[in-house]
């Protein structure tokens, strides 16, 4: 089922102080920027966890202490940064992406990306040696004592991912800042996510409409940290 | 044959082995007893080719583990199985536990094969694996999660995992320590069929009366190194070694 599908199946609602398609494109615009985000965050950070859960190297603590800082980094300078960055003066400038979804791609992947990493890291190094020796007697390469450990830490690692989503989809200050909040003329979302909307819809006065999307939002994190618990317990298992 | 010669290896500055030479056949238990901190795990990670030591040789059936390319040895690493003293099942089935080591050895094709099977839910089976599964007496636990198995069946399971792939040699470190005496008995019956599938075994235990039952040869490791080593009784009714002697009569305390 594509993101637009599930969009439009989500609000189940008549009579609405809204146009038709409003909250849709909202759902529509904060599902596709945080599941890009996400995805490309877990291409990057699953790599860098393992190399670095594998490795010993000069400054690896100061790597670690630079991800775990990266988790508390407030979203609105990070919003600036890369405002600067895809601004036309900056190094992106030529790319024309400020007030783009793909610009809060980039700020949500900023934002994603040191959760996921140091979650997974933990989730690696928390294997217990016993286990790599294990792969290793039995005949396994290093890739194959790598896949093991990844199995072994597909829990805490899957947890990571869903934290680095929640993370994602309830940001509101750097999406403000580096997408703008815009719509069509016909009140489409171009830009405007559900947390962006629920800020602009309060700020005028539209306290029904900012609830309606709030319980959007909430019912949103709520699926995403149920899976979280679910998998958090015991894990099926596979034969 | 494993052959350990004139091995001797050091954590930091810290001697550890010190002058040992050894060799296990196919077909044999040796058991290495000693007080516990002398090195007897260390050891059995030499004889596994898990360590490199810090000076002497090691060579399996002539050929010398540590001056070949990594592609060799771990042709080589794979005649041998290795249980550990502390349990290390992965977090899967215990039939994925045993299988493994057959796995790890099938080309990436046969495994993405398999895995895209799993995935479909059609699992296919290892005789060997039910076979070694039987071996210990854990048949009917094929598809139950290792993580739900007594501290004695896990170890059990340790060991049918090490014996799926039909390994030369194999090697147990303290397997029944943690054990109650009917798995100790379950395990001991193992290792005897597995000598009789012609492997060799080494076993290292603090347990001497455990070495005395089950090894056909035993090796004193004290120390400063392997005092003595020989035939089971030799060494427990008539060893040479004084430090042996009074290590085997209980006057010699670690």
């Known amino acids: ?239 | 044959m494993i052959r350990l010669s004139k091995v001797t290896h050091a954590y930091g500055d810290v001697p550890v082995i010190e002058d040992v030479s050894l060799s296990v056949d196919p077909g044999e238990v040796v058991g290495i007893i000693g007080p516990s901190g002398v090195g007897k795990t260390t050891l059995l990670r030499i004889l596994a080719l898990f360590v490199r030591p810090r000076d002497g040789t090691v060579e399996l059936d002539g050929e010398s583990v540590w001056s070949v390319e990594e592609g060799e040895r771990l042709a080589l690493r794979r005649r041998i199985g290795m249980v550990f003293q502390e349990s290390s099942l992965f977090d899967a089935t215990v039939a994925r536990n045993v299988e493994y080591g057959l796995r790890v050895r099938q080309g990436w094709t046969d495994r993405l094969r398999e895995q895209l099977r799993s995935i479909a839910g059609r699992n296919g089976s290892w005789d060997a694996v039910d076979e070694a599964l039987d071996l210990v007496g854990l048949e009917d636990k094929v598809d139950q999660s290792a993580r739900s198995l007594s501290g004695g069946e896990a170890q059990r399971v340790s060991f049918a995992r090490a014996l799926a792939y039909e390994p030369t040699y194999l090697m147990l470190d303290e397997p029944t320590s943690d054990l109650d005496p009917r798995n100790t008995g379950l395990i001991e019956e193992a290792i005897q069929e597995a000598r009789d599938r012609g492997i060799g075994v080494v076993v290292a235990t603090h347990d001497m009366h455990q070495a005395e039952r089950i090894a056909d040869r035993v090796g004193v490791l004290l120390g400063d190194g392997l005092t003595e080593i020989g035939p089971t009784e030799t060494i427990f009714e008539n060893p040479t070694d004084e430090r042996t002697r009074k290590f085997i009569s209980g006057e010699l305390v670690y």
């Open chain 1, 1 to 239: 089922m594509s993101l637009e599908a599930v969009a439009q199946s989500l609000p189940a609602l008549v009579d609405l102080p809204f146009r038709e398609g409003y909250v849709t494109s909202i759902i529509y615009v904060s599902l596709y920027v945080s599941v890009v985000a996400v995805t490309l965050s877990t291409l990057f950070s699953i790599p860098v966890a393992l190399a670095m859960g594998f490795t010993d190297f000069p400054g690896k603590q100061f790597v670690k202490s630079v991800i775990n800082t990266g988790m508390g980094f407030p979203s609105v300078v990070v919003g600036l940064l890369v405002l600067f960055t895809v601004s036309n003066q900056g190094p992106l400038g030529e790319l024309e992406l400020i007030f783009t979804r793909e610009a809060m791609i980039i700020s949500q992947f900023v934002l994603a990306t040191p959760p996921i990493t140091a979650i997974s890291l933990a989730a690696i190094t928390g294997v217990s040696d016993n286990v790599r020796e294990a792969a290793r007697a039995l005949g396994g390469t290093r890739l194959d004592v790598a896949l093991v450990v990844i199995k072994e830490a597909r829990y805490g690692i899957g947890t990571a991912v869903l934290a680095g989503f929640g993370r994602a989809i309830s940001e509101v200050g750097s999406v403000l800042i580096v997408g703008g909040n815009i719509t069509s003329s016909q009140g489409i979302s171009k830009t405007r996510t559900l947390t962006t909307a629920i800020q602009l819809e309060a700020r005028q006065g539209q306290y029904e409409t900012a609830m309606i999307l709030g319980a959007v939002l909430v019912a949103i994190v709520l699926v995403v940290n149920g899976i979280v618990v679910r998998i958090g317990d015991t894990g099926p298992m596979d034969r």
